[in-house]
């Protein structure tokens, strides 16, 4: 059992800023990638920020230089910085993992989201 926690979400003004924080517990070997995606209504899920195998980051375009990516290793929390904030940027933000975990004697390659945390931006 592996599980993905978001928390921070909140209503915020258009250039204000959050915080939103992603832990992630259960039995797990090892995590290979973290990253953020988030959905508006009716619009499909988008990547905004991942931080794959070896240390570098990616960042949407409409994003990048307002959000950051970072990453807790020891506690497997993963957050993301979100600054500047516009009303594009309300949708559900979610949590992604690409990980290693344990099941009874084995381990498996797998990977899970969490459920999601909502992100407002209105004046």
Same mark, same amino acid.
């Given at each position: 059992?592996?599980?993905?926690?978001?928390?921070?979400? *909140?209503?915020?003004?258009?250039? #204000? *800023?959050?915080?939103l924080s992603c832990a992630a517990s259960g039995s797990i070997l090892s995590i290979y990638d973290l990253g953020? $995606?988030?959905q508006a209504p009716g619009k499909r899920r988008e990547l905004v920020a991942t931080m794959p195998g070896g240390g570098s980051t990616y960042y949407a375009d409409s994003v990048r230089g307002r959000f950051a990516?970072?990453?807790?290793?020891a506690n497997h929390t993963v957050y993301l910085q979100m600054n500047s904030l516009m009303p594009e940027d /309300?949708?559900? $933000? $979610?949590? $992604?993992?690409?990980?290693?975990y344990y099941s009874g004697s084995s381990n498996y390659r797998g990977n899970d989201w969490g459920? #999601? /945390?909502?992100? /407002?931006?209105?004046?």
């Open positions: 059992q592996v599980q993905l926690v978001e928390s921070g979400g *909140s209503l915020v003004h258009p250039g #204000g *800023s959050l915080r953020w $995606y988030r990516i970072s990453r807790d290793a /309300t949708a559900v $933000y $979610y949590c $992604y993992a690409d990980l290693r459920q #999601g /945390t909502q992100v /407002t931006v209105s004046s």
